[in-house]
């Protein structure tokens, strides 16, 4: 016989929804006022501005590359947390998480050793390729890349986990090779974990600002641009352009975001 489940107490529920209100209005209230604080007619002159619409659409450009290098390179190594055990395993783990602990500013500081001018894949690849890093959305890319991809590894490695090691073993001795076994059996299972990992690696390179400005600075991605409004018009250039770019990445985020739970919500969909 199964137990049936204590509902919560309506004391413990009011606590709850009062500490989640004040958490909500924390989060929503400066966004709000700040929307509030627009004009129709400073909105459009801001989004008439050639540079405005190319910082946005350069930051959506790096943000989309970016969140599909951490899909190549992060749900592999995240496949290979979840499945196997290795020496220094720990260690992985570790630096897998280290951006999360880095101030981007260092981030960015750090990546000129490597990727800037006299770095060692900088200057390599500047002499073989003729193309630099620093200046470029190829840099741009680089720093969105670093600060991101935690997000892919540690979603995919949950999602990858969810899912039984023995629907594999079946699959295999159906006569499923390893390649289709994991592409048709495994990825599918730990999909809406795939997902939303790249979805958070999406929303975390699109906001990025401290590593992409000492990496690279131009081109300018949104953050840098509305940055650069503020030191030269004050709140109200900047600000319009923050709400601007709000609602394209707020709309974006949404879409990922129910791609990734729409489905289970729906009614009969799984939960």
């Known amino acids: 016989m199964v137990a049936k489940a204590l509902a919560p107490s309506r004391s413990l529920l009011l606590a709850f929804w009062l500490a989640g209100g004040v958490l909500l209005a924390f989060l929503l209230l400066p966004l709000l006022q700040m929307a509030a604080s627009q004009t129709p007619a400073r909105l459009a002159r801001v989004a008439a501005m050639a540079d405005v619409r190319a910082a946005i659409v350069l930051s ?14 992060g749900v592999p190594l995240a496949y290979l947390l979840a499945r196997t055990t290795f020496p220094g395993k720990s260690i992985v783990e570790a630096v897998v998480d280290l951006p999360l602990a880095i101030p981007h500013t260092v981030v960015g500081i750090a990546l000129l050793f490597v990727f800037g001018r006299t770095g060692g894949i ?41 899912v039984d090691p023995r629907l594999e ?5 159906l006569g499923a090779g390893p390649w ?31 590593a992409v400005i000492i990496l690279t600075y131009y081109p300018m991605t949104a953050p840098v641009k509305i940055y650069d409004l503020f030191l030269q018009f004050g709140l109200d250039d900047s600000s319009a352009m923050a709400v601007l770019f709000l609602a394209v990445a707020l709309a974006l985020f949404i879409l990922f975001r129910y791609l990734a739970y729409g489905r289970r919500a729906a009614p009969g969909g799984r939960v």
């Not at 959506?60 to 390179?73: Q, Y």
């Not at 994991?182 to 401290?210: D, M």
């Open 122 to 162: 900088g200057a390599a690849v500047n002499t073989l390729f003729g193309y630099q890093f620093w200046g470029t959305l190829g840099g741009v890319i680089i720093a969105m890349l670093f600060v991101s991809i935690t997000y892919t590894v540690n979603a995919a490695r949950v999602g990858f986990d969810a």
């Open 60 to 73: 959506l450009e790096a943000a989309f590359v970016t969140t599909l290098l951490a899909g190549l390179l």
């Open 169 to 173: 073993k079946v699959a295999r001795t």
């Open 180 to 210: 289709r076994v994991f592409t048709r059996v495994t990825v599918p299972l730990a999909w809406h974990g795939v997902l939303t990992g790249l979805t958070l690696t999406f929303a975390r390179s699109i906001s990025e600002f401290g």
